[in-house]
């Protein structure tokens, strides 16, 4: 994760969890929906969401996810600031909008840890 912070063009900023930025990043996501990442990140991923609820901490430690990014300029909670930092999750922030997050995270090399990209038949 500390690797991310030194990229300018992400715009990131530490905003709580600096205990876990040794996390390696082995992935990402990105979704709002918190049952979606439940049932699809992979630990290791870094989580791109607009969320900033302290339950998106909740299931980062769950998962065992490397951070999360919350993106579009939105601030944090102080209740989920406190509990990345207690739990040592890295939470940071961009003024990116999500999609845009994604795809420079995407150009860096960070893909899919899951293979997600499926095409439905029919």
Excluded: C
């Excluded at 990140?41 to 609820?53: F, I, L, M, N």
């Excluded at 961009?94 to 038949?121: H, M, N, S, W």
């Amino acid at each position: 994760m500390a690797d991310l912070l030194a990229v300018q063009e992400l715009g990131l900023k530490l905003e709580a969890g600096r205990a876990g930025l040794e996390r390696e990043v082995r992935g990402g996501y990105a979704s709002d929906l918190l049952s979606h990442v439940m049932a699809r990140a992979h630990e290791g991923d870094v989580w791109v969401t607009v969320q900033a609820h302290q339950n998106i901490v909740a299931v980062a430690v769950l998962l065992g996810l490397a951070g999360i990014i919350i993106a579009g300029g939105i601030e944090p909670q102080a209740d989920t600031l406190s509990k990345a930092e207690a739990e040592g999750i890295p939470l940071l922030t961009t003024d990116l909008p999500a999609f845009e997050a994604a795809g420079r995270l995407y150009a860096l090399g960070i893909k899919a840890a899951g293979g997600y990209a499926q095409v439905a038949q029919g």
